[in-house]
């Protein structure tokens, strides 16, 4: 029983030593770039009222939801995604506010998923909400604002696939899908299943000119080539309002500098039904996984009272961090440790020693030295809890030790 408490459940995990490092090295680079394109911190409660996410709002599945109790019998839930509750904060400290509103968060959200899936079911996000503006600028801002803050981090090789919903929208409605069918369609979009689209298109009876189109979803996913040639397939309001948006966003993302990191998906479909224009996501090898993704959600603000456009995203830190480990790229360390080893009749120059170090904005890890363990032992420990220098106070003098 006692070796069984030392495991976690299923589906999350301790986070520590060089990989907590590097987890929170990446928090801090990101959190940065947020702030620099002037966005302000908000946090929000771990869990919230069950209706914030419930069906209507178009986050995560109740069957996925982690659900409790309080002691007045309202049910609660962990929050599986971080929009609805920042939704819900602006709208209520923010419900008269016309000029657009930015805000930035840092937090852990948890999905009750399957376990067959060997997915976590507690990761962090780390993200940006744009809200009370529904410009073409504020999505190509927040796509670059994705962009840069992958950058910053170090990743080099990545890729953002930008679809917009109204394209599918549009499809759907020129095919005249039952809602039955629709919903079976963004599953089998969703697993990139085209085998299956041209199965359930071909027995709805879809005219051929729209039925078309669905097969050749595969084949409309690249550069901004796609939407040009998207134009001469098939049109209605829905369909030309999102490829107009999609061009716009791209020619704006030229000038930020990052067209070579954009794709165009015209097949995207999220599974967050809250969205309701440009949706992305960001991929890299090392996982299967996306690291990031986002959309404009224009109508989930109205559910709480505020007539507000909105568009953000979210980078998972936990699959950016396994991403960036497998492609051994280098984290960039911020300041090493150093230890101060001394003998028990030395410890109040121990004391003073470090308080010196500090107020030099110097961390420091004290350390009474043990007969059982000599110094060559002291050494690797201290390499080993990324520690740069050790001083040794003994009865003769204070011997520096350089580690790296």
Same mark, same amino acid.
């Not at 490829?243 to 704006?252: F, S, T």
């Not at 911020?334 to 961390?363: H, P, V």
């Given at each position: 029983?006692?070796?069984?408490?030392?495991?976690? *459940?299923? +589906?999350?995990?301790?986070?520590?030593?060089?990989?907590?490092?590097? $987890?929170?090295?990446?928090? +801090?680079?990101?959190?940065?770039?947020?702030?620099?394109? +002037?966005?302000? @911190?908000?946090?929000?409660?771990?869990?919230?009222?069950?209706?914030?996410?419930?069906?209507?709002?178009?986050?995560?599945?109740? $069957?996925?939801?982690?659900?409790?109790?309080?002691?007045?019998?309202?049910?609660?839930?962990?929050? *599986?995604? =971080?929009? *609805?509750?920042?939704?819900?904060?602006?709208?209520?400290?923010? =419900? @008269? !506010?016309?000029?657009?509103?930015?805000?930035?968060?840092?937090?852990?959200?948890?999905?009750?998923?399957?376990?067959?899936? %060997?997915?976590?079911?507690?990761?962090?996000?780390?993200?940006?909400?744009?809200?009370?503006?529904?410009?073409?600028?504020?999505?190509?801002?927040?796509?670059?604002?994705?962009?840069?803050?992958?950058?910053?981090?170090?990743?080099?090789?990545?890729?953002?696939?930008?679809?917009?919903?109204?394209?599918?929208?549009?499809?759907?409605?020129?095919?005249?899908?039952? !809602?039955?069918?629709? !919903?079976?369609?963004?599953?089998?979009?969703?697993?990139?299943?085209?085998?299956?689209?041209?199965?359930?298109?071909?027995?709805?009876?879809?005219?051929?000119?729209?039925?078309?189109?669905?097969?050749?979803?595969?084949?409309?996913?690249?550069?901004?080539?796609?939407?040009?040639?998207? $134009?001469?397939?098939?049109?209605?309001?829905?369909?030309?309002?999102?490829?107009?948006?999609?061009?716009?966003?791209?020619?704006?993302?030229?000038?930020?500098?990052?067209?070579?990191?954009?794709?165009?998906?015209?097949?995207?479909?999220?599974?967050?039904?809250?969205?309701?224009? #440009?949706?992305?996501?960001?991929?890299?090898? %090392?996982?299967?996984?996306?690291?990031?993704?986002?959309?404009?959600?224009?109508?989930?603000?109205?559910?709480?009272?505020?007539?507000? *456009?909105?568009?953000?995203?979210?980078?998972?830190?936990?699959?950016?961090?396994?991403? =960036?480990?497998?492609?051994?790229?280098?984290?960039?360390?911020?300041?090493?440790?150093?230890?101060?080893?001394?003998?028990?009749?030395?410890?109040?120059?121990?004391? !003073?020693?470090?308080?010196?170090?500090?107020?030099? @904005?110097?961390?420091?890890?004290?350390?009474?030295?043990?007969?059982?363990?000599?110094?060559?032992?002291?050494?690797?420990?201290?390499?080993?809890?990324?520690?740069?220098?050790?001083?040794? #106070?003994? @009865?003769?003098?204070?011997?520096?030790?350089?580690?790296?």
């Amino acid at each position: 029983m006692e070796k069984k408490l030392l495991h976690t *459940p299923e +589906g999350v995990r301790d986070i520590y030593n060089n990989e907590c490092e590097n $987890k929170l090295y990446l928090q +801090g680079v990101i959190h940065r770039t947020l702030k620099s394109y +002037g966005y302000s @911190d908000i946090q929000t409660p771990t869990f919230e009222f069950f209706d914030i996410f419930n069906k209507e709002k178009g986050s995560v599945p109740s $069957k996925d939801l982690y659900k409790f109790f309080d002691r007045e019998g309202n049910t609660l839930v962990l929050r *599986p995604d =971080m929009t *609805p509750s920042i939704a819900r904060a602006a709208s209520k400290y923010y =419900m @008269d !506010e016309q000029m657009p509103l930015r805000f930035c968060y840092n937090g852990n959200t948890f999905i009750n998923n399957a376990e067959h899936q %060997g997915k976590l079911k507690e990761v962090t996000h780390i993200g940006s909400e744009l809200i009370g503006d529904n410009t073409s600028d504020a999505d190509a801002e927040i796509i670059a604002i994705t962009i840069d803050s992958l950058l910053k981090s170090g990743l080099v090789d990545f890729q953002i696939e930008v679809g917009h919903a109204d394209y599918f929208k549009g499809l759907v409605e020129a095919a005249n899908l039952q !809602e039955d069918k629709i !919903e079976e369609l963004k599953i089998l979009l969703s697993n990139k299943n085209y085998f299956g689209v041209e199965e359930l298109i071909s027995e709805c009876g879809v005219p051929e000119n729209v039925r078309k189109v669905f097969t050749m979803l595969p084949e409309l996913v690249g550069s901004a080539d796609v939407i040009r040639s998207a $134009k001469n397939l098939i049109s209605n309001d829905k369909i030309n309002t999102a490829l107009d948006r999609m061009e716009k966003v791209y020619n704006l993302l030229t000038i930020y500098g990052y067209e070579k990191y954009v794709s165009f998906d015209l097949g995207f479909i999220s599974n967050y039904s809250y969205y309701t224009g #440009i949706v992305f996501g960001a991929y890299t090898y %090392g996982t299967g996984d996306a690291i990031a993704n986002g959309g404009r959600y224009d109508n989930l603000l109205s559910q709480f009272g505020k007539d507000a *456009p909105a568009i953000g995203f979210c980078i998972n830190l936990d699959n950016l961090l396994v991403a =960036m480990t497998r492609q051994k790229i280098q984290f960039q360390k911020t300041t090493y440790k150093q230890i101060i080893l001394y003998e028990n009749s030395l410890c109040k120059e121990a004391i !003073e020693l470090g308080g010196k170090l500090r107020a030099s @904005d110097i961390n420091v890890e004290l350390i009474r030295r043990s007969s059982k363990f000599t110094i060559e032992e002291y050494e690797n420990f201290a390499k080993n809890n990324f520690a740069s220098r050790i001083y040794y #106070i003994n @009865d003769n003098e204070t011997t520096q030790i350089e580690l790296r």
